[in-house]
């Protein structure tokens, strides 16, 4: 389905989107405070979501690389 097909992209879009929106209100707003439990979790989601699709995308590219020969 499209959803399973589109899964990977569509959820580092969404980290990414959010981590935009907290950078822009942190900046915008007087007063504005993120709890820095909730910074550590987004960091650990992005830095595994940023990492593991462009890992798992590289090493899909290889064994099409692999498969073909």
Known sequence: SWMSKNIRPLTLSFLLLNMFVFIMLDSSLEGFKIATEWIDLLKGLLMTAVGGYFVIRG????????KQK
């Not at 899909?60 to 692999?66: L, P, V």
């Open 59 to 66: 090493g899909e590219k290889i064994m099409d690389k692999y």
